[in-house]
């Protein structure tokens, strides 16, 4: 699993994996339909605080910014050519002279920087497998399992997203190339991750590719093999406006140059649209849980899972493929992670892996750090340790262990000071609605005092009798699981991958996730 205390790791590394280019200009914008002089520039880049003297400063008109208002600043760093955003078609490939610059106009360079980054770096997807997972729920966890099972069937892999990007390896850990401003980096820094990828040996790449992205073409010539479709809810209706924009947004990933294949939930009724939409040249794959629930069920290639065991390590159940049938077990928790699963499955059939090998593999897939991450088990209680800090989330959490639980389900949570008051009576609610027992402890109280919160938590609670405050956050879990026995589940809420506590003005070390280890490791049960 990706953990911030392992990145570093093969830092040495990915330090001689830096990609080095040199690339004449002249080529290069021939290929866009521009003339010009032939001058060599080593990088393509969006900020002008990071114009080098071999940089082409791209000045984008932006949706917040204008691009073209920092020439001057790139200019007196040295930038040898500025590619500017023109208004106009009749403007593009005029040229000028500006001190040392060669200023060049490109129109509609938003819609073609993608394109020009590619041709920049050489086409370096060319050589990759490529997986491009969008929905509103699930990405992380895709691409992470996508890319986990890929190290686990042999093949280097790596993954780009909310966590950043980097090599993983068999384990799931991550030796990070770059954090990732956004969830999907922009057009130039998706190319050179790929020429990065490339150069360090990898075969294939998983990555999220958020609404925002797709609708500012940030990959509109990345060559992907597989795209791959999580569900949809709402969200981002700020950005995108209604709910059928936001749809829209996400089916433009059925535009990928070379794409091959489809992945979709057949469980999400926004996969008949994708269908739809679908071009001759892909083939829809559908992967889902063979239950109710089940939407598309007349696609000549399926990924299904049937007859699904829970258990407090985990679930099983018979994988009904296309590819044939097998059993699978996952050391992973919540119905949401079998499709999770399912999807880096079938992308992985897809491209030509064995059913056997990953039938074999597949108990060694591991979640993301700090998202129904389990501890302890066996012989001991289980504790899962996840980031849900709002009502939602929580309700999620706790419906999806129930499911799990031969025993008693309790949780342990708080809500944060200084932040959202009406949502702590909420949490409260849904807590001793879903689970057996809950504590009430201390999560970033910052100014507030503790007893305050959990006395708002309290407030939308009717049932005292389930409910304990032990705000010693510490304390709270060492209680719960010396009262637990073998077959009960834990859930340990609102941390997730965090390391600190909040309090007052000060961050005090505090990792949740090692704490648990550490206990079950000393067997203090």
């Not at 080529?27 to 010009?36: H, K, R």
Request: charged share 20%; hydrophobic share 40%.
């Amino acid at each position: 699993m990706l953990d911030s205390k392992q990145v570093q790791t093969n830092q040495a590394q990915l330090e001689q994996a830096q990609v080095k280019t040199a690339r004449s200009i002249q080529p290069l914008l021939l290929e866009f339909g521009i003339q010009t002089a032939d001058i060599t520039i080593e990088s393509l880049v969006l900020d002008s605080r990071d114009v080098a003297i071999h940089s082409a400063f791209i000045a984008l008109k932006g949706h917040v910014r204008d691009g073209r208002d920092f020439i001057p600043q790139a200019i007196s760093l040295g930038a040898k050519v500025i590619i500017a955003e023109c208004e106009t078609q009749a403007e593009h490939g005029h040229t000028s002279m500006r001190e040392q610059s060669l200023i060049i106009s490109f129109y509609d360079l938003s819609a073609q920087l993608s394109a020009l980054a590619a041709a920049f770096y050489d086409y370096p997807a060319q050589s990759l497998q490529v997986i491009g997972v969008t929905g509103t729920n699930g990405k992380t966890s895709t691409v992470q399992l996508t890319s986990q099972l890929a190290a686990l069937l042999n093949k280097r892999a790596a993954s780009i997203g909310t966590l950043g990007s980097g090599v993983i390896d068999q384990a799931g850990t991550c030796a990070s190339h770059n954090d990732t401003a956004n969830t999907t980096p922009d057009a130039i820094s998706m190319h050179k991750l790929m020429a990065q990828f490339a150069q360090d040996q990898v075969k294939q790449v998983a990555l999220e590719v958020s609404s925002h992205a797709l609708v500012q073409q940030r990959v509109a010539a990345l060559k992907t093999d597989v795209a791959v479709f999580t569900n949809l809810t709402r969200d981002h209706l700020d950005y995108h406006g209604t709910m059928q924009a936001y749809a829209q947004a996400k089916r433009e990933l059925l535009k990928q140059p070379e794409l091959r294949y489809a992945v979709l939930n057949g469980n999400e009724i926004e996969s008949k649209h994708w269908l739809a939409q679908l071009p001759s040249t892909v083939t829809p794959v559908i992967y889902g849980v063979a239950d109710e629930s089940l939407m598309l069920t007349d696609s000549e290639h399926q990924c299904l899972a049937k007859d699904v065991v829970y258990s407090n390590q985990g679930c099983r159940f018979r994988l009904l493929s296309s590819w044939g049938e097998c059993e699978i077990q996952l050391s992973l928790l919540g119905r949401f992670n079998i499709f999770n699963a399912l999807a880096a499955i079938a992308s992985q059939l897809c491209l030509g892996e064995s059913l056997n090998d990953i039938a074999k593999l597949a108990h060694l897939l591991v979640p993301v750090t700090g998202r129904m991450e389990r501890f302890g088990g066996d012989n001991s209680p289980t504790v899962v340790v996840d980031y849900a800090h709002t009502p939602d989330a929580l309700k999620q959490a706790l419906a999806a262990l129930r499911q799990h639980s031969e025993g008693r389900l309790l949780v342990i949570f708080g809500c944060g000071g200084d932040r959202d008051k009406g949502k702590r009576s909420l949490m409260g609610e849904v807590a001793e609605t879903y689970a057996d027992e809950v504590i009430i402890t201390n999560d970033n109280s910052r100014s507030e005092e503790p007893t305050a919160i959990a006395d708002d938590i309290l407030s939308g609670c009717v049932h005292p009798e389930k409910i304990q405050v032990v705000l010693d956050r510490k304390a709270a879990i060492a209680q719960a699981v010396s009262n637990a026995t073998a077959n009960d589940i834990i859930l340990v809420a609102g941390k997730g991958h965090e390391d600190y506590q909040i309090i007052g003005n000060q961050k005090v070390a505090y990792d949740e996730r090692e704490y648990v280890q550490q206990m079950f490791e000393r067997n203090i049960t």
